[in-house]
C-alpha cells in the first residue's frame, strides 16, 4: 500500500459545524492557513429541499455508513449522523438562544458533582454571543422574555410578523397569566417564504442562516481550505503533540494524511470522543476517564394538539414562539427544581408522516396531521457517567474506523421535569381550542453534548477552561462536547459563541 500524501497547515480544524465554523473563523480573519475536513458534502439547493424526501433523515447526509449503534431497551440499534457541510445547521430549526446566566452555575438539582459546573460566566461568553448573533443574522426581540439574560447590543433583525396559529398560541398562554415571547431564530426574513418545510429540511432558497449558506463561502473566499466527503479516522500523537491527522476520501478511498501546528476537533457530541477514544488519546490526558461520558442530550417531547379545523390552514412558518415562565420550575413542583423551555414546533408534513410510519398508522395518522400544531418541550437533563459513546474495536467501517457503542437512558428526574413540562404544554395547546393532544417523545441525539466536558478539575474533566486537550499541547475540542451541562434551551448558539471564543484564543496561540 502506498503511503499517503501529506499537506501541512496552520491549523486543521475537524468538522465544518457550529464548532469547526466559529473556531476556524478568527483564524481565517487573521490570515492563518485553515484546513477545514469535513466527513459530508455540500447540499445540493432546489425544490427537492422542499419534498418529503427532503427530510434529512431521508436524504443521503443521514448516513448510517459508519458502526454507531446505540442501545435501547430491544438491544442494539444503527445510529445515523447528520454529515455535510455545515454539519446538522443545514437541517436545523434555526432556534437560536443563549443559556441564561444561571445555566452556567452548579444547580443542586441537576447534579451535585462539583465538575458538573462550566469554568467560565455568562459574563464571559457576552460579547461571543453578541459577534455570532451578528454572524449568524439573528432575529429576535430582546424584552419579553423573563429569564433574558443582559445584552450588550440589540438583535441586528426583527422577527417577522405573528403567523395566525402562532398568535392563537400566544392569546391562549396569555390567557394563562404566561409571558410568551419570539424564538431567536436564523432565518432572514427578507428571503423566507414562510413554508413548514424548514426544521429538518435544507432551505431551498437559502433563507435560512445555516453555516452553509452564511458563513462557509465567506471563509473560503478568504482562503480556507474545506475538504468535503473526508473522514476523518485518527489523530497520530507524537509525545505531547498531535503529529498528524488520518483521514480518508470517501469518494475515492484515498489515505490521506495532514499536518498542523493547530488541531481543532469539532466532529460533534458522539463523533468527537469516538475519535479521541480510537486514536488512544485517553491515555494521555488526567481527565482521560471522563472522554465519552457525561453524555447529555435534553429530555424533549412534542405535543401535537389536535384542532377540529386546521389550526394553520394559511399554510405558514409558525415556529415563533416559547415560554420561559418555567424554565427555572413550576410553583406546583417546587422540588424539581430548573425544567427547561417551551417552544412551538410545526407538524410534520403530511407525506413524510405517511413515508416514515408502519403502513398501518400511515393513512390514519396521515389524515391528522393537518389539524394539529405542537409544542416542543426540552427539559435539561442530567450529566451521569454511565451515559456514554465508547469504540468497539470488534468492528471497522470501510474507513476503517471502529465503531462506536453508545449507552444513554434518562434518569428519573430527567423524566420527571420533561412529564411537568409536557403537562403545561397541553394547558396551552387546550386553551387555544385543541380537543386532545398526542404526545411525541424525542429519541434523537440532534441535542447531544456533554462527552467531553471542560473544567478547572484536571481529573474530572478532560479539557482546560480554554478548551485545550489536557495532555496534548496543540488540540483543543470546540464543539457541544465540551458542555459541562446542557442548559434547558436549543445549544448551536452556545456551542457557536464558546467555540468563537476559543478560536480567538487559538489566534494568541497560532
Ligand atoms: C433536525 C435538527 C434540528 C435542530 N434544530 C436546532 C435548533 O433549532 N436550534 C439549535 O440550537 N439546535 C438545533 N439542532 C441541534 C444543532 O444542530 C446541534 O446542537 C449542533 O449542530 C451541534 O454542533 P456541533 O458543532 O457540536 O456539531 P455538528 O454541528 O454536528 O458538527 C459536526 C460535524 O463534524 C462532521 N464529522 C463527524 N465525524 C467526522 C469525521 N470522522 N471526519 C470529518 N468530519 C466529521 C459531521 O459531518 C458534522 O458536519 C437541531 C439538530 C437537528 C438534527
Not at 429530555?299 to 415562565?325: V, W
Not at 425544567?339 to 405517511?354: D, E
Request: charge should be positive.
Amino acid at each position: 500500500m502506498s503511503a499517503p500524501a501529506e499537506e501541512e497547515y496552520d491549523a486543521i480544524v475537524i468538522g465544518s459545524g457550529f464548532g469547526g465554523c466559529l473556531a476556524a473563523l478568527p483564524l481565517v480573519e487573521a490570515g492563518a492557513s485553515v484546513l477545514m475536513l469535513e466527513r459530508g458534502d455540500w447540499v445540493v439547493r432546489g425544490e427537492h429541499n422542499w419534498r418529503e424526501e427532503g427530510a434529512f433523515v431521508l436524504t443521503p447526509h443521514y448516513t448510517t455508513e459508519s458502526a454507531y449503534a446505540r442501545r435501547t431497551p430491544m438491544g442494539w440499534r444503527q445510529q445515523g449522523l447528520c454529515a455535510c457541510v455545515g454539519g446538522p445547521s443545514v437541517f436545523y430549526g434555526g432556534a437560536s438562544f443563549r443559556f441564561r446566566e444561571a445555566d452556567f452555575d452548579t444547580a443542586p438539582e441537576i447534579s451535585t458533582d462539583p465538575a458538573a459546573c462550566w469554568p467560565l460566566g455568562y459574563a464571559e461568553l457576552e460579547p461571543f454571543y453578541g459577534r455570532v448573533e451578528k454572524v449568524l443574522g439573528i432575529a429576535g426581540e430582546p424584552g419579553v422574555d423573563p429569564t433574558e439574560p443582559a445584552r450588550s447590543q440589540p438583535y441586528g433583525h426583527r422577527s417577522p410578523p405573528l403567523a395566525t396559529v402562532a398568535t392563537r398560541i400566544a392569546e391562549a398562554a396569555n390567557s394563562l397569566g404566561l409571558r410568551p415571547f419570539r424564538i431567536p431564530m436564523a432565518i432572514d426574513a427578507a428571503r423566507c417564504h414562510s413554508c413548514t418545510t424548514c426544521d429538518a429540511f435544507a432551505c431551498a432558497v437559502s433563507a435560512k442562516n445555516d453555516l452553509a449558506t452564511r458563513l462557509i463561502p465567506g471563509m473560503l473566499a478568504r482562503g480556507m481550505v474545506l475538504r468535503p466527503s473526508t473522514v476523518v479516522t485518527r489523530l497520530g500523537r507524537s509525545g505531547s503533540r498531535v503529529a498528524f491527522v488520518d483521514a480518508v476520501d470517501a469518494k475515492t478511498e484515498a489515505r490521506l494524511r495532514f499536518r498542523g501546528e493547530l488541531i481543532v476537533l469539532a466532529a460533534g457530541a458522539l463523533a468527537t470522543p469516538h475519535l479521541l477514544l480510537a486514536s488512544g488519546l485517553q491515555n494521555v490526558s488526567p481527565g482521560g476517564s471522563v472522554i465519552g461520558r457525561y453524555l447529555m442530550r435534553h429530555c424533549n417531547a412534542m405535543t401535537y394538539g389536535f384542532f377540529r379545523s386546521p389550526p394553520n390552514a394559511e399554510d405558514e412558518h409558525h415556529k415563533q414562539l416559547a415560554i420561559h415562565d418555567f424554565y427555572f420550575g413550576d410553583p406546583r413542583l417546587p422540588d424539581l427544581g430548573k425544567l427547561g423551555n417551551i417552544q412551538q414546533v410545526m407538524a410534520p408534513p403530511t407525506g413524510l408522516v405517511r413515508a416514515l410510519l408502519p403502513k398501518a398508522l400511515a393513512v390514519p395518522v396521515g389524515a391528522l396531521v393537518a389539524n394539529l400544531t405542537g409544542l416542543l418541550v426540552i427539559a435539561e437533563d442530567q450529566p451521569r457517567s454511565v451515559n456514554r459513546v465508547e469504540v468497539d474495536s470488534a468492528v471497522k467501517d470501510r474507513f476503517g474506523l471502529p465503531g462506536a457503542r453508545i449507552r444513554h437512558r434518562y434518569s428519573r428526574r430527567d423524566f420527571a421535569a420533561r412529564a411537568a413540562l409536557v403537562r403545561r404544554a397541553r394547558e396551552i395547546l387546550r386553551r387555544a381550542g385543541s380537543r386532545f393532544s398526542l404526545t411525541w417523545n424525542v429519541s434523537t441525539f440532534s441535542h447531544a453534548v456533554g462527552t467531553v466536558r471542560m473544567g478547572n478539575d484536571a481529573r474530572a474533566s478532560a479539557l482546560d477552561r480554554d478548551c485545550r486537550f489536557r495532555g496534548i499541547d496543540n488540540l483543543w475540542v470546540t464543539d457541544g462536547s465540551v458542555f459541562p451541562t446542557s442548559g434547558g434551551v436549543n445549544p448551536s448558539l452556545t456551542i457557536a459563541a464558546n467555540a468563537l471564543r476559543v478560536g480567538t484564543v487559538l489566534t494568541r496561540t497560532a
